[in-house]
């Protein structure tokens, strides 16, 4: 899959079969869509293309207003996003960034300027409530109507329902926030997790096995940046961590911003995914993992962050959500025995 950042680069295909979108997630809605966008695409002989935003808009509204709340809280990074979208097979990506030039744009300029010069769409595939242009004044109407004048062909996809849900960006929001992972996992069509590359942090899990009793060999953690301020999901959860070795491991996570640690740190100000493996791998020694590419899945959130008034309460905290993670997997390894008899015995 090949990226580019704005319209103007080498390589950049003169003609595609096109869809807009945020796609925060790429949850199951729109992995139909773009199975719909590669089908056209194939008939058409032209590559598929996404065109996204970063910022996403609402955030760069949100800004302009100096109105935090307004901003939607971040499913996935620009890298997680940009990973799901080459599983699913798009040839193409632009990201285009929004800024005020663009969000000032009438919707026939943008028809014009990025569908139909940057990007020589011969067909544009967008959902059942878009809108674009300048105070959001484009529809699936104009769009169609300027397709049939202009040369491409205009298509709305309808709402994708799981269950009697309808799948969206909001939808996988509410279940993250609410913490159930089972019905995020469901409306994402995969678990939810998190990839990057991990950094250092302040080893202060290394150093509670020192500062704080019963914290054992301390609690050794693979950190992981959310580039984004506000994520969808937050607090502490049982993992599995993919990448670091050739098999999963399990563990527990924190994601957030740390209330328990001094801000000064020096991922201070930063969410942060800290997760500590159950099972540290030998091979790796101490310093192993740093710089590796890992993704780490949240299965089941235990509760939110708690802020801990010193190092021994913090190590006795973490001790517990050990514990309790721990459990969870035993459950889920028993419940899947179980599930594999009765298909035996079935």
């Known amino acids: 899959m090949k990226i580019f950042r704005g319209l ?37 002989g032209v590559p598929s293309c996404v065109l996204t935003f970063e910022p996403h808009p609402r955030d760069f509204f949100a800004a302009q207003a100096q109105r935090a709340d307004i901003a939607p809280a971040r499913i996935a990074t620009l890298r997680d996003k940009l990973l799901e979208l080459q599983r699913c097979g798009v ?23 990025v569908l139909v010069q940057g990007l020589g769409a011969r067909y544009v595939l967008v959902g059942d ?12 109407a104009l769009l169609d109507a300027e397709g049939a004048r202009l040369g491409f062909d205009v298509a709305r996809m309808q709402s994708y329902e799981v269950h009697g849900l309808r799948v969206s960006s909001s939808a996988v929001r509410e279940a993250l926030a609410a913490g159930r992972m089972d019905d995020a996992a ?7 997790g998190i990839s990057g590359h991990v950094v250092h942090g302040r080893k202060l899990g290394r150093s509670l096995a ?20 506000k994520p969808a999901a937050s607090g502490i959860f049982a993992v599995q961590v993919h990448g670091l070795v050739e ?17 000064r740190d020096v991922n201070g100000g930063r969410v942060l995914l800290e997760t500590h493996g159950f099972d540290w791998p030998t091979e790796l020694g101490p310093e192993g993992a740093y710089g590796k590419i890992i993704r780490v899945d949240l299965l089941h959130k235990l509760h939110d962050e708690i802020k801990y008034d010193s190092l021994e309460r913090l190590a006795a905290g973490i001790a517990r959500d050990c514990e309790d993670a721990r459990r969870f997997f035993a459950m889920h ?9 009765d298909r035996i015995q079935g």
Not at 10 to 32: K, P, Y
Not at 129 to 137: E, L, P, Q, S, T
Not at 247 to 263: C, E, F, K, T
């Open 8 to 44: 103007h680069h080498q390589g950049l295909a003169e003609a595609c079969a096109l869809t807009i979108g945020n796609f925060d997630g790429v949850h199951r809605g729109h992995q139909a869509m773009l199975a719909l966008l590669q089908n056209e695409a194939r008939h058409r």
């Open 91 to 113: 040839d193409q990506v632009v990201v285009l960034p929004f800024n005020a030039a663009l969000a000032a744009l009438s919707p026939q300029d943008f028809i014009a300027r």
């Open 129 to 140: 409530d878009f809108r674009f242009g300048a105070r959001r004044a484009g529809d699936y």
């Open 186 to 192: 469901a409306l994402l069509g995969r678990p939810y």
């Open 210 to 229: 020192e500062s704080a009793p019963g914290a054992g060999d301390g609690f050794r953690t693979l950190n992981l940046r959310f580039k984004h301020w």
């Open 247 to 263: 098999r999963p491991i399990d563990g527990v996570a924190n994601l957030g911003v740390r209330p328990s640690l001094d801000p």
């Open 333 to 341: 390894a028993q419940t899947r025995r179980q599930t594999t008899r």
